[in-house]
């Protein structure tokens, strides 16, 4: 699926990319995001906290699960994850015909 698309989305760049060189170790990027929080403690003092943000975190898993989404703003992240997570509906969708072809 991913030759099938090319070099125009990053996801198949990235799929690409790990096919030729998967002997090779690669170095991932991974984005950090934290906002600062201030929180009480029990006696009513407030303390300034780091802690990751709930739609930084999200981000971050989605980046982890689309190829080449590592290093992609949220803008791209969410437009390579749509073109991705069709590709691989339609995949689905192929490899349900051949299924199907097969058992008859």
Request: glycine share 8%; aromatic share 6%; hydrophobic share 40%.
């Amino acid at each position: 699926m991913a030759s099938a698309v090319g070099s125009r989305k990053a996801w198949s760049r990235a799929m690409l990319r790990k096919v030729r060189s998967q002997g090779r170790q690669s170095v991932q990027v991974r984005r950090m995001g934290f906002l600062g929080v201030r929180k009480r403690n029990l006696y009513g003092d407030q303390k300034f906290v780091e802690e990751p943000a709930v739609g930084i975190c999200q981000a971050n898993e989605l980046r982890k699960l689309v190829p080449g989404g590592e290093a992609m703003d949220m803008c791209n992240l969410l437009d390579e994850t749509a073109h991705y997570i069709k590709c691989l509906a339609t995949q689905v969708k192929v490899m349900r015909r051949i299924a199907d072809v097969f058992s008859t």
